[in-house]
């Protein structure tokens, strides 16, 4: 399991900007719960695996790593092909949260038009495509670049874990209401993610 802290500063306001994104977002009672291919937060458990089984019955997914994940081959979304694996948390027998791991197909060390520097910005231009504009952009020590955006309830993480892959996180704020602290639920690693946001 990967478990991850998110902690953005602000040293302009006693209130991190995106803590109050996030406070505003959940004021206004406006429920976002689309995710992708018809997968919505708040879908009971049960209707998860019999969509997904239709979808690989129509030969839009397959089994991912291990077969713990579900896979879907993105073709013209991104600049490069690049495969797609998901797997939703569940509270209660309903989606919470989503992890969605991306990797370009054809991924080498040596090629860096198939960086996961220039995923990440192909899957934030093709988020802000599907999901609006407003990503906040804020920054790590270490790891670099992150956007964050919340719509409502629904709040969108995109990050890099390593040189090959990229993570989206998508998080019901209603259900997982310490924003500080989320995890993402396929795979065996833990990993920490401090985040200092910069004041623009």
């Not at 009672?29 to 049960?46: A, T």
Request: glycine share 6%.
């Amino acid at each position: 399991m990967y478990l991850l802290f998110l902690s953005i500063v602000s040293g302009c306001s006693p209130t991190a900007r995106y803590e109050r994104r996030l406070k505003q977002e959940l004021a206004k009672g406006i429920r976002y719960d689309s995710l992708f291919m018809g997968i919505y937060l708040g879908m009971p458990e049960k209707d998860f695996y019999v969509h997904c089984w239709k979808l690989n019955r129509l030969g839009l997914v397959r089994q991912g790593t291990n077969n713990t994940t579900v896979a879907y081959v993105l073709k013209n979304e991104l600049k490069h092909p690049a495969l797609m694996d998901f797997y939703p948390t569940f509270t209660d027998d309903r989606i919470s949260e989503m992890p969605v791991r991306f990797a370009y197909a054809g991924w080498a060390p040596w090629n860096k038009e198939l960086s996961s520097d220039n995923l990440q910005l192909d899957v934030l231009n093709w988020y802000k495509k599907t999901y609006g504009r407003g990503f906040m952009e804020v920054r790590h020590p270490e790891k670099g670049t992150a956007y964050i955006k919340v719509n409502g309830n629904r709040r969108i993480l995109i990050f890099k874990k390593d040189d090959l892959y990229v993570w989206a996180l998508f998080t019901d704020m209603l259900i997982n209401k310490d924003s500080l602290e989320f995890s993402t639920d396929f795979g065996n690693n833990t990993d920490t993610l401090l985040i200092e946001a910069e004041t623009k």
